[in-house]
């Protein structure tokens, strides 16, 4: 596969700044992803054009901010390529030491954003996002702090994940009347098994000039190939590890999503590619969708999802996957408990 062609580049919202048509999560940095193991995926996806690096505080409790920093270093130049994207919000160290490092008050957003420029080792951020919403905070509040930090030069854009329309709506109002700066794009949840943001999110973000970054977009493995109702379950694998049972989104694998699943296997065969590729590009192919969020634990799970860029979803692709999950529907929770009350809970 060649470099991404600067054609295939995707305006970040109304910013006019380009990003790659997938965005590089780094939440496993670290992690399940070992820090030589990770440089070798950041550079691979470099190597293809890839300039959006998404990663978060919270991720490792800092190791991934901690390893991206570590790897600028070592690849003098490569930050001015790089599209870097980090969040704020979940509690950071112990909550009964530091009640005020978590949520969306401007104490925790500055000394959040300070945090995360010391691991990073940078002098800013290109986006910094708000990682859920909190209505206990005023927006107002969660607004000026952020707009402090833009002004200072220490973030250069902002954004949200997983905020509902009318929270998006009311941000935007906010800050125009406040003359803050404001959020220009979102990232929600959004996968052929959770199709809810068709309904009011992405008509707003279409409407706004709101970038749209997804994330989960291939059910975080439950649409890989690994799961189907006809074979018998991996045996470690996300969904299936003991140690993950009662863990809250344990229960997105429902039976419905096997089905839905097994719809993806079939016609990523008819096409010649992976399950995995096939979601990805479906996601990447929705209107108002800037560039989905991949999350490679490995070289070959990159690999993979670079192969969906090659892949041209038909009309007939499409009628195909909406019988199988109505535009809107979804078969399976993405918004739930572990994320706090649902914007999107019927």
């Given amino acids: 596969m060649s470099a991404m062609p600067v054609t295939t580049y995707r305006p970040l919202g109304r910013t006019g700044v380009l990003v790659s048509p997938l965005a590089l999560g780094c939440m496993l940095w670290g992690k399940a992803t070992p820090e030589a193991d990770a440089f070798a995926i950041m550079d691979r996806y470099a190597e293809e054009g890839g300039n959006f690096f998404d990663t978060a505080d919270v991720y490792g409790q800092g190791e991934s901010e901690l390893v991206i920093g570590r790897y600028f270093r070592a690849r003098p130049g490569l ?11 979940w509690q950071m ?31 800013h951020i290109d986006l910094y996002q708000v990682h859920r919403p909190v209505s206990s905070v005023p927006i107002d ?24 329309a009318w929270q998006l709506t009311e941000a935007w109002y906010v800050a125009r009347e406040l003359g803050y700066a404001r959020f220009v794009s979102e990232q929600p949840p959004y996968n052929l098994l959770d ?34 109702s006809r074979t018998p379950e991996p045996p470690d694998a996300r969904f299936t590890r003991p140690e993950n049972k009662n863990h809250p989104w344990a229960k997105r694998k429902t039976a419905e999503c096997l089905a839905i699943a097994d719809a993806v296997i079939a016609l990523a065969a008819e096409r010649g590619c992976t399950p995995s590729q096939l979601a990805l590009a479906w996601v990447a192919s929705r ?10 634990r490995t070289m070959a799970q990159l690999e993979d999802n670079l192969g969906a860029l090659s892949l041209t979803l038909t009309e007939a692709d499409h009628a195909r996957l ?17 994320f706090g009350p649902s914007p999107y809970r019927l």
């Fill in 79 to 89: 930050r001015e390529r790089v599209v870097l994207a980090s969040k704020f919000h």
């Fill in 93 to 123: 160290g112990d909550a009964a030491v530091y009640p005020n490092r978590r949520g969306n008050s401007a104490y925790h957003i500055v000394s959040a954003c300070e945090a995360s420029l010391r691991r990073l080792g940078l002098d």
């Fill in 141 to 164: 509040e969660t607004l000026g702090a952020l707009d402090r930090l833009v002004k200072a030069g220490k973030v250069v854009y902002l954004g949200t994940t997983t905020f509902a």
């Fill in 195 to 228: 199709r809810r943001i068709e309904r009011e999110l992405l008509p707003f973000c279409r409407t706004y000039g709101v970038g749209v970054i997804p994330w989960s977009p291939i059910g975080g493995g439950l649409l890989s190939g690994k799961y189907s």
């Fill in 287 to 296: 209107a108002g969708v800037t560039a989905p969020i991949i999350g490679p």
């Fill in 322 to 338: 909406d019988a199988v999950v109505a535009p809107g529907d979804h078969v399976s929770p993405y918004y739930e408990a572990d």
